[in-house]
């Protein structure tokens, strides 16, 4: 955050600038440090706004982060000073919300604090995760390698979710696409090709009945149809961005069938994959737990990892109590405790990240081939139905004026 500040020399020169500090006593005590004293300090509103229009309208993504800490790596392994090296990337970066952030953390740094608590007020960005893994290279001496740890584990994460989007595009385009045509056809078709049943008042089936009554109403009320479409669409976002909203989606998307699965094996991956990593920086078991339940990106698991983390305090080993989730399939839970009997729990996840990993690969790659069949089959009774519908009555019409 950066403050505007007047401030006087010894000399009683009066000054005036920015500088950047958590808060406004914090900046004061820097102005303090560097013998001037404070008249007057506020936030800069200008940067602030620019800021939130930067978050909002520029974010940084999981591509973002990767070229950030690989280049990162690279010039710590070249020995260049932090400030310098997160300079140099601040210049090149197109994001604009990032060369803010970057700005920021270079300025908190050159007043004194570690890289991990200068990318840990940018939560927004960088996870707890991120910033534990940080940490632990600064405290082993060894920077570099969890800096590569970072821009490893940002990618696989990235990766696996991409596959997740990319298998779920090809039905939820058909789906779309679906509904819009049949509004079309119900709105404009349809009632052109009942007019001819309904002028000669002839007998219809129950279903013909619905299909006429339902083109009369579209025709008359097709924009409250669609402001009725988009409402629901716009009160089912904002019942799944609360927590109660989330945490039901979130049990949902287990249960549901075939994709149900490969959301499990998501989740699974990403608690082995993550986890082995904060292992492997000599991050205790418990706090690994806990920041891995913030990553997971379910609520079903992120419960079953904070109480795993508790019972693992009361000295309960963790595969016990992964052993008794239905959430947790058995395989895993058996190699984590033969990594506990032989101490490389770590090692052992990375076989289990490596092996769910590959199904996730398998199943998404399959996705549109499952799912296929149960697209074509609600298509075809919805077009089927339609054309029953309207076509049925007009042939029995035809047979009874031959």
Not at 15 to 27: E, F, I, M, P, Q
Not at 192 to 209: C, E, F, H, Q, S
Not at 379 to 399: D, S
Request: charged letters at 20%; zero cysteines.
């Amino acid at each position: 955050m950066k403050f505007k500040f007047k401030a006087k020399t010894k000399e009683g020169e009066i000054k005036t600038g920015l500088v950047s500090a958590a808060n406004r006593d914090l900046a004061a005590a820097i102005l303090q440090k560097n013998e001037l004293f404070p008249i007057h300090i506020e936030e800069d509103r200008e940067n602030f706004m620019r800021k939130i229009f930067a978050r909002y309208y520029d974010r940084v993504t999981s591509k973002d982060l990767v070229v950030f800490f690989r280049q990162l790596a690279i010039l710590i392994e070249a020995r260049v000073p932090i400030v310098v090296a997160l300079t140099a990337i601040g210049e090149q970066t197109s994001g604009s919300f990032l060369k803010i952030i970057l700005e920021e953390a270079i300025k908190d740094i050159e007043d004194g604090v570690t890289l991990s608590d200068a990318l840990a007020k940018h939560k927004e960005v960088f996870s707890s995760l991120v910033i534990n893994i940080i940490k632990a290279g600064e405290a082993s001496g060894n920077l570099k390698k969890s800096v590569e740890y970072v821009a490893d584990n940002i990618e696989k994460n990235y990766n696996l979710t991409s596959k997740v989007k990319s298998a779920m595009m090809y039905p939820a385009i058909v789906l779309v696409v679906f509904v819009i045509i049949a509004f079309l056809v119900i709105t404009l078709i349809i009632p052109k090709l009942t007019v001819m049943i309904k002028d000669l008042g002839a007998d219809v089936p129950w279903y013909t009945r619905i299909l006429i009554g339902a083109g009369d109403f579209m025709t008359q009320y097709w924009w409250a149809v669609i402001a009725l479409i988009f409402g629901a669409i716009g009160g089912m976002m904002y019942y799944l961005n609360t927590p109660d909203g989330k945490k039901e989606w979130d049990q949902i998307k287990l249960k549901l069938p075939v994709i149900g699965v490969m959301f499990r094996y998501v989740y699974i991956t990403r608690f082995s994959e993550n986890l082995a990593v904060l292992l492997a920086g000599g991050i205790p078991i418990i706090k690994s737990l806990t920041i891995v339940s913030a990553v997971v990106g379910n609520s079903v698991y992120e419960e079953l990892l904070m109480r795993t983390a508790e019972n693992v305090k009361r000295g309960e080993n963790m595969s016990d109590v992964l052993r008794r989730s239905p959430v947790i399939p058995p395989m895993v839970s058996h190699m984590i405790k033969i990594g506990e009997d032989s101490g490389q729990v770590d090692s052992v996840l990375g076989h289990i990240t490596k092996f769910y990993s590959q199904e996730v690969d398998l199943m998404a790659k399959n996705m549109s081939t499952l799912i296929e069949p149960v697209l074509m089959i609600v298509i075809g009774l919805g077009v089927g139905f339609m054309a029953v519908g309207v076509l049925m009555p007009i042939y029995n019409i035809a047979g009874q004026i031959k």
